[in-house]
């Protein structure tokens, strides 16, 4: 059974950092893609960032230069380092994984798996 858990979220202020974490389990993880999601009130959950198993990275625009998505395949844990956040960072901060060597995109159709969320509160 897959398992994602997503620790690492809290409330900073605008141009703080934070570092998200996901452990996975259940499942060979150095086969799938990775990916992190976020979701604020009233919006759809969009990408952020996506690696695939060779560490081939994608990023939405809007992220670009202030998050990095890395993974540890030995001990099977997702990272995402948000530097420079800005109030309309806030959201709830999903893990997400797919088989499959290479990404899929950053849609969130294209991912099987999710993790419950962590809460990242940016203020101004």
């Not at 799938?32 to 560490?55: H, K, N, T």
């Not at 844990?77 to 088989?99: F, H, I």
Request: with cysteine; glycine share 14%; net charge neutral.
């Amino acid at each position: 059974q897959v398992t994602l858990v997503e620790s690492g979220g809290g409330s900073v202020q605008a141009g703080g950092s934070l570092r998200l974490s996901c452990g996975a389990a259940g499942f060979t993880y150095r086969w799938y893609c990775m990916g992190w999601f976020r979701q604020a009130p009233g919006l759809e959950r969009g990408g952020v960032a996506v690696i695939d198993s060779s560490g081939s990275t994608s990023y939405a625009d809007s992220v670009k230069g202030r998050f990095t998505i890395s993974r540890d395949v030995g001990e099977n844990v997702l990272y995402l380092e948000l530097n420079s956040l800005r109030p309309e960072d806030t959201a709830m901060y999903y893990c997400a994984a797919e088989l499959g060597h290479y990404c899929p995109g950053r849609s969130r159709k294209a991912f099987s798996y999710w993790g419950q969320g962590t809460q990242v509160t940016v203020s101004s």
